[in-house]
């Protein structure tokens, strides 16, 4: 299961969340979504190294990035 999922049509590619990650893992995309936004993007090989903190997820206003942890048992 990916750790950051963007919601694109949420997003209105404001690009706060790419200042937000420590790791630098989110970029605007090279293409505009269907509102006309440029949204933000993670690569699957960024993905390996995200590590769940959720600062992206806090600083997007428009509530389009979800994070999911791994629960351990
Ligand atoms: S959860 Fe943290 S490490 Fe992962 S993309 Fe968001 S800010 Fe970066
Ligand atoms: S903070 Fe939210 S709205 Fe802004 S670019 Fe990132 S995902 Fe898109």
């Known amino acids: 299961m990916p750790k950051v999922v ?6 209105k590619g404001c690009a706060l969340c790419t200042t937000a990650c420590p790791r630098g893992l989110i970029k605007m995309s090279d293409k ?3 509102q006309g936004f440029i ?3 993670i690569s ?10 959720a600062l992206c997820a806090q600083m997007c206003p428009d509530v389009a990035i979800t994070i999911f942890r791994e629960i351990k048992k």
Not at 6 to 11: H, P, S, W
Not at 44 to 53: A, G, I, N, R, V
């Open 44 to 53: 699957e090989e960024d993905l390996e190294k995200c590590t769940s903190c």
């Open 6 to 11: 963007i919601d694109e049509l949420r997003c």
């Open 32 to 34: 505009i979504n269907r």
């Open 39 to 41: 949204p933000a993007v």
